[in-house]
């Protein structure tokens, strides 16, 4: 059921959007994906937090307590432009984690990231039987989760000073969202930010 009591419409595809695709991630994708969470575009806001991992502690976590792992593709035949996961699932109480990470070389292209997240979740809850999603943010990248994404990812809470990073301690984010916010706001958010973003993808370079 919608928020609002009518039946719930099937989701089409999951896996695929206005020519956005989700694949799979495979281990033979771990170098690349190794390559952006190094980037020092990327590496601060990632839960290295700054921190240089060597290889093959990432490639050991890259698979643990993984539900998805996703690459996504603007151009189904074109590389991947970011990945996505979801981990610590609890299928029973219906909760788990997600994250999202941009490929660098796009790391300034408009709404690839909020894309994402949409893409993401519209899969994961008409395949999984989820109820809520969290996504974590540090104090200084939350402003681009709140501004992108709005009523869509509400702050359920604030653990204070709780990472460290640059010679400080930062506040900790948790925002969540449920099938019922995802009924009610994702579907326009998903369709709003194609629409807007659309002309700007298209002039990117390839």
Not at 80 to 107: C, E, F, M, N, Q
Not at 132 to 145: C, I, L, N, Q, W
Request: aromatic share 12%; glycine share 6%; charged share 20%.
């Amino acid at each position: 059921m919608t928020a609002n009591g009518a039946p719930r419409a099937a989701c089409d595809n999951p896996t695929e959007f206005r020519g956005w695709t989700l694949r799979s991630a495979q281990q033979s994708d771990a170098p690349m994906l190794y390559e952006w969470i190094m980037d020092p575009r990327v590496n601060h806001r990632w839960t290295t937090r700054g921190m240089l991992v060597p290889f093959e502690v990432f490639t050991q976590r890259l698979w643990e307590d993984v539900l998805i792992s996703v690459l996504v593709h603007p151009d189904p035949a074109g590389p991947p432009v970011a990945w996505a996961s979801i981990t610590s699932a609890d299928l029973h109480s219906g909760y788990a984690s997600a994250a999202v990470v941009v490929d660098p070389a796009h790391s300034t292209a408009a709404g690839i990231g909020p894309r994402t997240v949409c893409l993401l979740l519209r899969y994961v809850f008409a395949v999984y039987p989820l109820r809520k999603v969290y996504f974590e943010s540090p104090e200084f990248a939350v402003h681009d989760f709140r501004t992108a994404l709005g009523e869509l990812l509400p702050v359920e809470g604030v653990l204070r000073e709780h990472l460290y990073y640059d010679g400080r301690h930062w506040d900790k984010y948790i925002l969540a969202v449920t099938t019922s916010t995802w009924a009610r706001y994702g579907p326009a958010y998903l369709d709003r930010l194609f629409r807007h973003y659309a002309p700007a993808m298209a002039a990117e370079p390839s």
